[in-house]
């Protein structure tokens, strides 16, 4: 989906206030890759900074929002696992920063 339209991801308020990016991986546990990141990266620069340029460069876990908890749904690290989501987030924050 494009970042012009507008999609049902996390619930209210968070579908209206985020643009959500899925990294998919076999099994919760399994490492994302760098190639994954890299990809992610070179999207936002091409196709959500075009259309949003002002947009904050700040991310969430699903689970981190009140609406993601109560869905059940996981993410790459859930809740549990604090210092995992925020190793991944500085991942993508390292590598966004540089191309934005």
Not at 35 to 47: E, L, N
């Amino acid at each position: 989906m494009r970042p012009q339209v507008w999609g049902w991801n996390a619930r209210s308020p968070a579908s209206s206030e985020w643009i959500a990016v899925e990294f998919a991986q076999g099994q919760l546990g399994s490492p994302i890759s760098d190639s994954q990141i890299d990809a992610f990266c070179a999207y936002a620069v091409a196709r959500v900074k075009t259309v949003w340029p002002q947009i904050p460069l700040a991310f969430i876990h699903h689970s981190q929002l009140a609406s993601g908890r109560a869905d059940g749904k996981t993410d790459i690290y859930p809740n549990d696992q604090p210092d995992q989501q925020q190793a991944f987030i500085e991942r993508i924050l390292t590598r966004l920063q540089r191309l934005w």
